[in-house]
């Protein structure tokens, strides 16, 4: 009996049992009873019983073991307190995070060749580049700072728009180039959404369908935004032939999948039409030094670029016969290729990586026909002169009272009337003006404007090169550069400054720029913005 108990228990009794027995043997009596003949059950029970209490407490220590296993797991609330030395939960803080953008160090360049480095992530735009060197360099912002990229191997450079991935464009770059990033003024970025008239002249434009009527300018910026319908621009243009020197006048016309170019005259139709290059994989740069570089027969050139890594890397360069139509072509390429982005850019300037919108901001805005307005203080309470007659008599003779005060701040030519260490200031008081280039030819001035956008107003002023005694007045009007001689005529005694043979004087040139930026006067348009060249 005692046999098949221990049989059917468990390992836990088993034991219990053989502990028990050899304490049991361990004694004489035990062992000289066993042999008794009859009386083996009674000498045994001390041992059973050992058994069974060994076995029941096995029993409970197993129930104990399953009710703990059984009951409900409870969250460590501190389980950094439980972390190995070698992974402590400080270690979490002191490790980026796998999502943190990455920061790379460019470089941007002013007119000067002054440059600034920069350390900014990598999903930064030209915006907020713009945004930092404008804080960064004290300037004011009046939405017309703008970030180039110059390739100086071709000769040409284009405009970063607002919206795109500076690291990307870098990203493009090859390790031999010494391309750059140019920071600079440019007026004419988004000139056509205010003045479109000036940038689709009528016989370069045409529709695909007919139209009931006359269509406006504005008309024809709105198809351009459109998905659905889109206007044509058609014209000639130099072309160069791949891997050749020459140049050929090809009849050219712009859609909205690509550039093409007629085979047989100015003709339309498909079978005469090839493709020559498309938008979504490449960039549009303005040629600056076409005829020196690439023997391109004007200097309004401009050319497509391809800007995917790996693909073909040849600029397709073309050219065109003046400034008006090359600035065409090339605003309806940037509006056919962003689209709405465009002017998403131009309506919220402030809105980009940071998603700040101009409405929580209160831009700064330069001088312009806007903000200058001419005043009389001479009553009990200010009043504007909106009479152009009235203003210019006014201007006159505050020239007139200044002269008799003896307040006179005389040009750098003119004649001093007093003292030698006070005439000494006034011969360069509009040295420090930012709109006077000192001694620039003719070109370099046309080079200014026109890198800062030739919109209408736009100017500077300079020695004249023909006359040294005289200055220039260089402005651009219907997207052409005019210069007008600024000559000194003499009234008893005393030199003034002059654009109309001496009908309207000024006695320096500050007067007289302030002067034409309220009045037209004999200029084609106000002076709105200056050309200056800003240091970094």
Not at 138 to 156: A, C, I, K, N, R
Not at 516 to 530: E, M, S, T
Request: with cysteine; net charge positive.
């Amino acid at each position: 009996m005692t046999t098949s108990l221990q049989g059917g228990q468990s390992a836990g009794g088993r034991a219990a049992a053989r502990v028990c027995g050899g304490a049991a043997r361990g004694r004489g009596d035990a062992h000289d009873l066993a042999r008794t003949p009859g009386l083996h059950a009674r000498p045994r029970m001390p041992a059973l019983d050992a058994t069974r209490r060994g076995a029941g407490a096995a029993d409970r220590r197993k129930k104990k073991d399953l009710d703990v296993l059984e009951m409900p797991s409870i969250p460590n609330p501190f389980p950094e307190l439980l972390c190995s030395p070698f992974t402590s939960g400080l270690s979490a803080g002191l490790f980026p995070k796998a999502n943190s953008r990455k920061k790379q160090v460019i470089k941007v360049y002013s007119e000067d060749e002054t440059s600034r480095a920069l350390e900014v992530p990598s999903d930064i735009t030209a915006r907020d580049v713009c945004q930092l060197l404008i804080l960064r360099s004290h300037y004011v912002d009046d939405h017309s700072w703008t970030l180039f990229e110059h390739l100086p191997q071709l000769g040409v450079e284009r405009i970063i728009e607002d919206h795109e991935l500076v690291i990307e464009v870098l990203s493009n770059w090859g390790m031999e180039e010494e391309n750059k990033l140019y920071f600079r003024k440019n007026y004419a970025k988004y000139e056509f959404f205010k003045n479109p008239m000036y940038f689709f002249p009528e016989h370069m434009v045409s529709f695909a369908t007919e139209s009931n009527g006359e269509i406006s300018p504005t008309q024809i910026l709105q198809m351009f935004l459109s998905s659905t319908t889109y206007p044509e621009i058609h014209g000639f243009l130099h072309a160069k032939e791949q891997g050749k020197k020459a140049w050929k006048k090809v009849y050219f016309l712009l859609r909205r999948s690509g550039l093409y170019f007629s085979t047989k005259g100015t003709s339309k139709e498909p079978r005469h039409l090839q493709f020559f290059s498309e938008f979504g994989t490449s960039d549009v740069y303005v040629s600056l030094a076409g005829k020196k570089k690439h023997g391109a027969p004007t200097i309004y050139g401009f050319c497509f670029k391809p800007n995917k890594a790996g693909g073909p890397r040849d600029p397709k360069m073309l050219c065109a016969e003046e400034e008006q139509s090359r600035t065409c072509w090339v605003t309806a390429i940037r509006l056919l290729k962003y689209g709405m982005q465009l002017y998403q850019n131009y309506m919220h300037p402030y809105q980009g990586r940071s998603g700040r919108s101009s409405q929580n901001m209160s831009p700064m805005r330069s001088i312009s026909e806007n903000s200058l307005v001419a005043m009389d203080f001479s009553g009990q309470k200010s009043r504007v002169i909106d009479n152009p007659t009235e203003a210019l008599s006014v201007a006159v003779e505050e020239g007139l009272a200044w002269r008799k005060k003896g307040c006179l701040r005389l040009g750098t030519h003119g004649s001093p009337t007093t003292s030698s260490q006070s005439s000494a200031s006034n011969m360069a008081i509009h040295r420090s003006q930012p709109w006077f280039h000192h001694r620039i030819s003719r070109d370099e001035a046309q080079r200014l404007i026109t890198q800062q956008g030739p919109v209408d107003g736009v100017f500077l002023v300079r020695d004249s090169q023909s006359n040294p005694k005289t200055f220039v007045l260089s402005m651009s009007h219907g997207q052409k550069i005019k210069h007008f001689q600024i000559i000194l005529v003499e009234d008893d005694g005393e030199m003034f400054h002059t654009l109309d043979d001496g009908h309207t004087r000024f006695t320096d040139l500050i007067q007289l720029v302030e002067f034409y930026q309220l009045n037209k006067g004999v200029l084609p348009c106000k002076l709105k913005h200056y050309c200056a060249r800003m240091v970094l």
